[in-house]
């Protein structure tokens, strides 16, 4: 399954006790297929403002919302394959636009300006209006996490994903210094993302309903957020109409 870079689906979310864990993908791997990256470490390094203004408003949980990243598959170095990627969820929708460069070029996209080292396209557009209209938009927090990927033997757009050793990190908030930083998911608990355009098929459903699995909110990003604010003990309330959305600020890549 090649990579997508246009994704319009619903991301259901689903925390996994080892044991319920062993028995989904026993049965997972009855009715799906390995992805093209099968297992791997994913890194997703997230920009925001300098007062978070788009995670705190994704906490708020609004009927919009959106993030900005760029992510790789293992460690990266500048001639890295790597995605540049705009996630909007609206009314519980998630919208996924992404663009693939190395890495070298992903960089000057954000610290020289310089849109050409992204091949034009309209969602080369989209992200350079994001980049514009978030005030000094920069690296604040860095993910890492293994994944294994299934996609659908008769729904290739149905897919599930399973997440652990999920890590965060805000110092070396770069794709190239290495796995390491704070855990963020329960020990020995793993996360389900179930991945969906239409309906979810009814063996899934039996799997969950059986196993009393069931749907909750949660955001990586989110929870690395709030560990930040608590361990600083600072409590941020910062109305977002009072910040100025518009400008330019420059930055340094870590």
């Known amino acids: 399954m090649k990579d997508q870079m246009i994704f319009k689906r619903y991301e259901l979310k689903y925390m996994l006790t080892q044991e319920q864990y062993n028995t989904v993908i026993a049965e997972i791997k009855k009715h799906m297929n390995e992805d093209e990256h099968g297992h791997s470490t994913i890194q997703s390094l997230y920009f925001d ?17 959106e993030k900005l990243r760029l992510r790789s598959y293992g460690v990266a170095d500048k001639d890295t394959k790597v995605f540049l990627e705009l996630k909007k969820k609206y009314d519980k929708v998630v919208y996924k636009r992404r663009v693939s460069t190395k890495e070298d070029n992903a960089v000057k996209f954000f610290t020289e300006d310089a849109t050409e080292a992204i091949k034009d396209s309209q969602i080369r557009h989209e992200l350079q209006y994001a980049k514009d209209l978030y005030d000094q938009l920069a690296p604040r927090v860095l993910l890492s996490y293994e994944r294994d990927a299934f996609y659908d033997k008769e729904d290739s757009n149905f897919r599930v994903t399973f997440d652990s050793n999920v890590l965060w990190r805000d110092t070396d908030v770069n794709l190239h210094s290495g796995i390491y930083g704070n855990e963020i998911l329960p020990k020995g608990y793993v996360l389900m993302e179930v991945k969906v355009a239409g309906g979810i098929p009814m063996w899934m459903t039996k799997l969950l309903s059986e196993n009393k699995i069931y749907k909750r909110s949660f955001s990586k990003y989110g929870t690395a957020y709030k560990t930040m604010l608590a361990r600083s003990g600072k409590i941020r309330q910062v109305a977002a109409a009072a910040y100025n959305l518009r400008g330019k600020g420059a930055y340094t890549y870590a």
Request: no cysteine; proline share 12%.
């Open 49 to 65: 403002t300098p007062d978070f203004l788009l995670i705190r408003r994704s906490i708020e949980k609004p009927m919009y919302k």
